[in-house]
């Protein structure tokens, strides 16, 4: 086994454990915090993708992407927290409903 495998096998199972609370719960930070998960998960297997087999350097361009995808997550965990907070303030709550609106 190879770091670039093992990179692989847990960016996939934090992509996993992510889905599994974005469905679970139905608080709206935890639903965040899960799409955080399953975007890290998603830079560690670009990262694994990155590397070459032949021993050589790695390929810049999945860590150039994993790099502005970092910038764009943390702009994006920004956003929704401010829309959480807001939907705080006017509802008193921060859970989606459970029942479909009508």
Partial sequence: ???AFLYALVGTGLFTLGLYALIIHPHLL???LALNVMGSG???VLVALAARSDGGAPDPVPHA???TGIVVAISAT???LALLLRM???T???ELPEEPLE
């Fill in 65 to 67: 992407m994993v790099i």
């Fill in 88 to 90: 705080q303030a006017e």
């Fill in 42 to 44: 998603v830079f560690l």
């Fill in 30 to 32: 935890r639903k965040i």
């Fill in 92 to 94: 008193g709550r921060a």
């Fill in 1 to 3: 086994m190879n770091a």
């Fill in 78 to 80: 920004a956003l929704a």
